[in-house]
């Protein structure tokens, strides 16, 4: 029968977006001795705002990704990196700003989604300094950090439904690229690379393949950002 379903979940209560995820960024940022300030990527691009005052931008990507409204007139909505914020971004790490980016799609939306071309995913490459791979996502959402500038050990995001966190369902497996990136993280289920970090004179990047607000414990996600701000 079309719409047919279980029941067995019919009364549970399931987390879903609370839209306050620049607050919970900032909670850790604040507790790590820092200020912030925060914006949508509409009104960074559209205001053309410079971000020569800010040292590193948090890019909080969740579980966008390219995706049709409706029937699709209006072509994608919610792409991880239209053009403007490739171009800021670009910007900002010409002018010697660092990156942290997080999302289950970081990576995938711009390999898989057939409206992004060759010079969107060597942007990729070129600034974030990372590739897709492309292979099931880890059904275990623990990840162990192993890079010296991440001293952390094992964290886990949250992969089941529940009340207080959305759910990740399928985080991104991605891989460093170019001279200066490495492996900062990996899944401890397949061994596939979970956060690539890129250092340079000019720059620091640090893209992980999950978001960081689903991370399980509070002191295990302030720990995290408060160690990718050094």
Aim: overall charge negative; proline content about 4%; some cysteine.
């Amino acid at each position: 029968t079309l719409g047919a379903c279980h029941t067995d979940q019919e009364c549970e209560i399931r987390a879903g977006n609370t839209f306050d995820y620049p607050a919970l960024h900032g909670e850790a940022i604040l507790k790590a001795g820092y200020s912030f300030a925060s914006c949508s990527v509409d009104a960074a691009i559209k205001s053309g705002i410079s971000t020569e005052r800010y040292s590193i931008i948090d890019l909080i990507l969740g579980k966008q990704r390219s995706t049709f409204i409706g029937r699709g007139i209006k072509g994608y909505s919610f792409e991880c990196f239209p053009e403007g914020l490739q171009c800021l971004l670009q910007q900002h790490t010409e002018n010697g700003g660092s990156l942290l980016v997080s999302g289950s799609y970081v990576a995938s939306d711009l390999w898989q989604s057939d409206h992004y071309g060759d010079s969107d995913r060597e942007f990729a490459r070129d600034v974030l300094h990372i590739e897709y791979t492309i292979t099931t996502s880890p059904k275990v959402g623990k990840v162990r950090l192993n890079t010296p500038m991440l001293p952390i050990g094992t964290l886990e995001f949250n992969r089941n439904t529940c009340t207080t966190l959305y759910t990740v369902e399928s985080p991104d497996v991605i891989q460093p690229y170019g001279k200066g990136a490495e492996r900062a993280a990996t899944y401890t289920e397949g061994g596939g690379c979970a956060a690539v970090i890129y250092s340079s004179e000019e720059y620091r990047a640090l893209t992980l393949g999950f978001p960081i607000e689903s991370i399980i414990s509070p002191t295990e996600r302030e720990r995290l950002i408060s160690n990718s701000l050094r």
